[in-house]
């Protein structure tokens, strides 16, 4: 198993939330889709650092497919926020309508992608510390 680098993001409350990372393989090269195929190889897990027990995950959907989830060619665009040239090729989407980030929290995601590469098989895993203001709607 190989775990990327926390990325902290900060996003506002009542709106879908755009997590986005670069992940590479083992000889360093980025991650394609096809590394991950198979049944539900993504597992997507949400806890709520500021909750009353914050060892619970309090968001756990089934897993689900890679598709959209690793992509190929690496993307540069907003999301990326210009954090360099090569851009990223991990994009999850979580919508608002099936999770709500509520605003003053702070929030742990982490994704767990498994698959093979080279014949071996691997589990990379993303984790995002999330930090979610108000939305300032009234």
């Keep these: ?65 890679v598709a959209g989830v690793v992509v190929s060619p690496a993307v540069v665009d907003g999301l990326w926020e210009g954090r360099d040239s090569a851009g990223y090729n991990f994009v999850l989407r979580i919508l608002e309508t099936d999770f709500r980030f509520t605003g003053g929290k702070i929030y742990d995601v982490e994704v767990a992608l498994t698959g093979t590469f080279n014949a071996l098989a691997i589990t990379k895993v993303v984790q995002f510390q999330v930090s979610v203001s108000a939305s300032g709607l009234t």
């Design 1 to 65: 198993m190989t775990t990327q680098p926390i990325r902290f993001m900060q996003v506002r409350e009542g709106e879908d939330v755009f997590l986005v990372e670069r992940i590479t393989r083992p000889d360093g090269t980025l991650h394609v889709p096809g590394d991950f195929a198979g049944v539900n190889p993504v597992l997507l897990r949400v806890w709520d650092r500021t909750a009353a027990n914050p060892g619970s995950p309090v968001y756990s959907p089934a897993a689900f497919a």
